[in-house]
């Protein structure tokens, strides 16, 4: 390249000083790629842009731009008058005096367009921070340069530009108009991090797929009556569990109920790229409604380890000794039904170590279905098997196993092509809240020191959810890759049922006390868009309800095959008889003083 003339330096000539108020890091290179193509062929560019260089080269080279070496000497004006029909090009050698009007189109355009380039930017690496995350409705954080004054412009300048100056797929939109839409895209129930990727094509990709709406495609009605079914069959379970089995432990999936359907809609996209098995790793919160709903596993098997009945035998992963475990470690493995017929196996691995210590072995477990067996039978199809695994918040951010096996993901001894990643985010780990638990904003950071893109979303919002686990699946599917989605929910009971969260976090459980399930909110939802009535929708519910009342009777009806234990009724020494009474006076006493309390101390009514 050369410059076009000494105006193209641009130098105050008083000062020295570069002025910069045309060109920077943000848009120079841009609008030089822009005036080459212009220069070749006019058509490509914009027509916007078209009337700024018919100008001539003078005025290009007057406003800083740098004419490609070698440049045809006729760059044809663009869009010729009436008068100018029928002259001759005018070369760049023979132009005339540059008129103080000239590069006027330039020096008020290029400003706009810098400012506007850098707001787009702004949204695409800070709009998570505005976007609606919390289902408790906690106000976002913002970020100061996603206000248009940040950057000296307004909404108004803004209108007066057309987008194609930036992106010709915008055509001549305002730029006012995309903003509007980018600001939709990337600050409603979803927020997406990606700009941290040093692969620019993912990073392109990510783009044409967000600020496209792809991935957010709407539910026909039917979907949305079989999406209200699913989350009364989640919502239903946990409900039953809790009036009949009070005070048992079940780790309630309630507050992140849409796990079950973003598992659904993974397994579908799974079968919809060509996967025929998924193996799935998970904690215990909601490994009952998983194992129900998503693996296929028979309500009476689930009831039966309430009852005390013996799960021997079943579909769950339990041999014939037993195990010792409890009901909330078992595994097993099943089939899903597709809605367009086929099927997809889907095993959910036992997780005896409760937490993420089951990640490496879910890795391990479809890395050697990919390749047929622990034989190596055929060449390794990572799209035949995908590996999934739900991580709690904090165990997300805390264990460390969990960044040895996201280090591993790309390693060629250890590669599965990619593993979708859902945290199950409750906002609190056991009884802390995230502020005293990390020191991170979000419990997914750790990912973005492995090069993997997240996507946050509000777990109350069921299409943005279905949305998220769409764009992981492709995303998945593209690059064979690993990425994250943060299901931002709450924990509606305690850590285990058993607990009282109020005293541990009392604002944030009076707030869930009146915050309705995500079942309510979408029944009402499509009660509004008349897609059911509210007749219909309780009839829902009512069926579900039902289902699992002739479950627990089934179960109830069984005979308990397990022996009684027999019973040892020949009397033993014990040795020397111990004195184990104590007087009632003593006792009451202890009763007394365990009772009281210090003066001015307020004791918590439960």
Same mark, same amino acid.
């Given at each position: 390249?050369?410059?076009?003339?000494?105006?193209?330096?641009?130098?105050?000539?008083?000062?020295?000083?570069?002025?910069?108020?045309?060109?920077?890091?943000?848009?120079?290179?841009?609008?030089?790629?822009?005036?080459?193509?212009?220069?070749?062929?006019?058509?490509?560019?914009?027509?916007?842009?078209?009337?700024?260089?018919?100008?001539?080269?003078?005025?290009?080279?007057?406003?800083?731009?740098?004419?490609?070496?070698?440049?045809?000497?006729?760059?044809?004006?663009?869009?010729?008058?009436?008068? $100018?029909?029928?002259?001759?090009?005018?070369?760049?050698?023979?132009?005339?005096?540059?008129?103080?009007?000239?590069?006027?189109?330039?020096?008020?355009?290029?400003?706009?367009?810098?400012?506007?380039?850098?707001?787009?930017?702004?949204?695409?690496?800070?709009?998570?921070?505005?976007?609606?995350?919390?289902?408790?409705?906690?106000?976002?954080?913002?970020?100061?340069?996603?206000?248009?004054?940040?950057?000296?412009?307004?909404?108004?300048?803004?209108?007066?530009?057309?987008?194609?100056?930036?992106?010709?797929?915008?055509?001549?939109?305002?730029?006012?108009?995309?903003?509007?839409?980018?600001?939709?895209?990337?600050?409603?129930?979803?927020?997406?991090?990606?700009?941290?990727?040093?692969?620019?094509?993912?990073?392109?990709?990510?783009?044409?797929?967000?600020? /496209?709406?792809?991935?957010? $495609?709407?539910?026909?009605?039917? $979907?949305?009556?079989?999406?209200?079914?699913?989350?009364?069959?989640?919502?239903?379970?946990?409900?039953?569990?809790?009036?009949?089995?009070?005070?048992?432990?079940?780790?309630?999936?309630?507050?992140?109920?849409?796990?079950?359907?973003?598992?659904?809609?993974?397994?579908?996209?799974?079968?919809?790229?060509?996967?025929?098995?998924?193996?799935?790793?998970?904690?215990?919160?909601?490994?009952?409604?998983?194992?129900?709903?998503?693996?296929?596993?028979?309500?009476?098997?689930?009831?039966?380890?309430?009852?005390?009945?013996?799960?021997?035998?079943?579909?769950?992963?339990?041999?014939?000794?037993?195990?010792?475990?409890?009901?909330?470690?078992?595994?097993?493995?099943?089939?899903?039904?597709?809605?367009?017929?086929?099927?997809?196996?889907?095993?959910?691995?036992?997780?005896?170590?409760?937490?993420?210590?089951?990640?490496?072995?879910?890795?391990?477990?479809?890395?050697?279905?990919?390749?047929?067996?622990?034989?190596?039978?055929?060449?390794?199809?990572?799209?035949?098997?995908?590996?999934?695994?739900?991580?709690?918040?904090?165990?997300?951010?805390?264990?460390?196993?969990?960044?040895? /096996?996201?280090?591993?993901?790309?390693?060629?001894?250890?590669?599965?092509?990619?593993?979708?990643?859902?945290?199950?985010?409750?906002?609190?780990?056991?009884?802390?809240?995230?502020?005293?638990?990390?020191? /991170?904003?979000?419990?997914?950071?750790?990912?973005?020191?492995?090069?993997?893109?997240?996507?946050?979303?509000?777990?109350?919002?069921?299409?943005?959810?279905?949305?998220?686990?769409?764009?992981?699946?492709?995303?998945?599917?593209?690059?064979?890759?690993?990425?994250?989605?943060?299901?931002?929910?709450?924990?509606?009971?305690?850590?285990?049922?058993?607990?009282?969260?109020?005293?541990?976090?009392?604002?944030?459980?009076?707030?869930?006390?009146?915050?309705?399930?995500?079942?309510?909110?979408?029944?009402?939802?499509?009660?509004?868009?008349?897609?059911?009535?509210?007749?219909?929708?309780?009839?829902?519910?009512?069926?579900?309800?039902?289902?699992?009342?002739?479950?627990?009777?089934?179960?109830?009806?069984?005979?308990?095959?397990?022996?009684?234990?027999?019973?040892?009724?020949?009397?033993?020494?014990?040795?020397?008889?111990?004195?184990?009474?104590?007087?009632?006076?003593?006792?009451?006493?202890?009763?007394?003083?365990?009772?009281?309390?210090?003066?001015?101390?307020? /004791?918590?009514?439960?």
């Amino acid at each position: 390249f050369k410059r076009s003339s000494p105006g193209a330096d641009r130098r105050d000539t008083e000062t020295g000083a570069m002025n910069d108020s045309l060109f920077d890091q943000q848009n120079a290179g841009y609008v030089q790629l822009l005036y080459e193509a212009y220069s070749r062929n006019p058509e490509s560019v914009p027509e916007a842009w078209q009337r700024i260089f018919s100008q001539g080269p003078a005025a290009a080279a007057e406003a800083g731009l740098l004419s490609p070496d070698p440049l045809s000497d006729e760059v044809p004006p663009l869009p010729p008058g009436p008068a $100018q029909a029928d002259s001759a090009p005018v070369k760049a050698t023979e132009a005339e005096p540059l008129r103080p009007s000239a590069s006027d189109g330039i020096e008020k355009m290029l400003p706009v367009v810098a400012r506007a380039a850098a707001l787009i930017q702004a949204f695409r690496d800070h709009g998570h921070q505005l976007a609606r995350l919390d289902p408790l409705g906690s106000v976002p954080p913002g970020h100061p340069q996603l206000d248009p004054a940040f950057f000296g412009t307004t909404m108004e300048e803004l209108e007066e530009s057309p987008a194609s100056v930036i992106d010709p797929r915008w055509r001549d939109e305002p730029l006012a108009k995309v903003l509007k839409r980018l600001e939709t895209a990337y600050c409603s129930s979803i927020g997406y991090q990606f700009e941290h990727l040093e692969d620019p094509e993912r990073v392109r990709w990510l783009w044409e797929q967000v600020e /496209t709406g792809v991935h957010t $495609q709407p539910l026909d009605p039917e $979907q949305k009556k079989s999406l209200l079914k699913r989350l009364s069959e989640v919502e239903g379970l946990e409900h039953f569990l809790h009036r009949a089995y009070l005070g048992q432990k079940r780790f309630s999936l309630e507050g992140n109920d849409m796990m079950v359907p973003m598992l659904d809609q993974a397994v579908e996209e799974a079968a919809r790229y060509g996967g025929r098995e998924v193996v799935i790793g998970m904690a215990h919160r909601g490994r009952l409604n998983v194992l129900a709903h998503v693996v296929g596993i028979g309500y009476e098997e689930i009831l039966k380890g309430f009852e005390g009945k013996p799960v021997t035998g079943t579909a769950l992963s339990v041999p014939k000794q037993g195990t010792g475990d409890v009901k909330y470690h078992h595994g097993a493995e099943g089939t899903f039904s597709l809605p367009g017929g086929g099927q997809v196996k889907v095993c959910l691995a036992p997780n005896p170590s409760h937490l993420e210590f089951v990640n490496p072995v879910v890795e391990g477990m479809a890395r050697a279905r990919q390749f047929g067996g622990p034989e190596r039978e055929r060449p390794q199809a990572v799209a035949s098997v995908i590996p999934v695994l739900i991580h709690g918040d904090a165990a997300f951010a805390a264990e460390g196993i969990v960044a040895e /096996t996201l280090n591993l993901a790309r390693l060629r001894g250890y590669t599965t092509g990619g593993t979708l990643h859902i945290i199950a985010n409750n906002q609190v780990g056991f009884t802390t809240d995230p502020v005293e638990s990390r020191s /991170t904003r979000y419990s997914s950071d750790v990912a973005k020191g492995y090069d993997i893109p997240i996507i946050h979303v509000n777990a109350d919002d069921p299409e943005a959810c279905l949305a998220a686990t769409r764009l992981a699946m492709a995303f998945r599917a593209k690059f064979h890759d690993d990425i994250v989605i943060d299901l931002i929910g709450y924990r509606r009971h305690g850590h285990n049922e058993g607990d009282e969260p109020a005293y541990t976090q009392p604002q944030q459980y009076q707030a869930i006390a009146g915050h309705p399930t995500v079942r309510s909110i979408w029944a009402d939802r499509l009660k509004d868009q008349e897609v059911l009535t509210e007749a219909e929708a309780n009839s829902i519910r009512e069926e579900v309800a039902g289902s699992l009342r002739e479950a627990q009777d089934r179960v109830k009806a069984e005979e308990n095959s397990k022996e009684p234990p027999v019973l040892n009724t020949e009397e033993e020494s014990t040795g020397t008889p111990v004195q184990t009474w104590v007087l009632l006076d003593d006792l009451l006493r202890l009763n007394q003083a365990s009772l009281a309390r210090p003066e001015g101390f307020n /004791t918590h009514p439960k």
